[in-house]
């Protein structure tokens, strides 16, 4: 491997940034950019701060883990979600493809709007249902509006074992509570961080590689990434609990028992079948990468 490529990464503290860090090292030299917590400073809400930072760095690689993803407070914060998950990728896509570089984008499956009876295809009719959800698919609008060489990314119902996260606030309400209230009626595929993150290493492994030269260019879109099968809350809440100390009374409920200021989807597993076609990649069931990252705690 090349070890003179730069890989810069927006977002380094974050769930899915933490993991970034650790699987990229053997790339190249990573340069991790943040809000006052990394190498340098970046504001995603201004555009003049990405271009300057990008300019100093002038990457190979940009790795943009960050986002605004308070997904309800999105709904009284449009703009400002819009500015960090909207418009930023745009500027990163410009930046990239001046730099002739590969930027790798995470996006959502809030894209859609959960009618789907099987899972959704990359080509799918997008529909959000969120400002959150809207913001993130400016986001790759934005991206493929630039052309270049891109990847977005877009996985779901993410977890790990640090930041805001449903897995973390499983375990801390079950040392505070006798019942949890869980919705049973959404369905999805829990994500492991790590696992997102040693995918995207191992694609950026096969671009990089100078085994295997291939047209960048030609690969470049949407491709969805999460781990396999399906579930719903309720149902990932028993086997996060199965492993803890504490087990509370676990209680199913509608959406419509629990309602949020932003709408979720009620189905959004997501096809990785174009992912394993391309890159021969699959991730593993939501069940063995939650026993894998419990037993990482």
Partial sequence: ????????????????????????????TVIAV???TADYT?????????????REINPSVILNAAAYTAVDKAEQEPLLAHA???????????????????????????????????PYLESHLVQPLSSYGTSKLAGEQAIQAVGGQ?????????????GQNFLLTIQRLANERAELKIVADQFGAPTWSRSIAEATAQVLTQLLSPLHAVDIATLSGIYHLTCGGQT????????????????????PITTAEYPTPAKRPGYSV???AKLHQTFGLTLPPWEQALELCLGSF
């Fill in 1 to 28: 491997m090349n070890t003179n490529h730069r890989l810069l990464l927006i977002g380094p503290t974050g769930q899915v940034g933490w993991e970034l860090l650790r699987c990229t090292a053997t790339l190249g």
């Fill in 34 to 36: 943040g809000r006052g």
């Fill in 42 to 54: 970046m504001d995603l809400a201004n555009p003049d701060s990405i271009r300057q930072v990008i």
């Fill in 84 to 118: 960090i998950n909207g418009t930023a990728p745009g500027i990163l896509a410009e930046e990239a493809q001046r730099l002739s570089a590969i930027l790798i984008h995470y996006s959502t499956d809030y894209v859609f709007d959960g009618t789907a009876q099987q």
């Fill in 150 to 162: 891109y990847f977005i990314f877009r996985t779901a119902w993410v977890y790990g074992t640090r």
């Fill in 232 to 251: 719903t809350w309720y149902e990932f809440t028993k086997a996060i609990l199965a492993h803890g100390e504490r087990r509370p009374r676990i209680v």
């Fill in 270 to 272: 997501l096809s990785n």
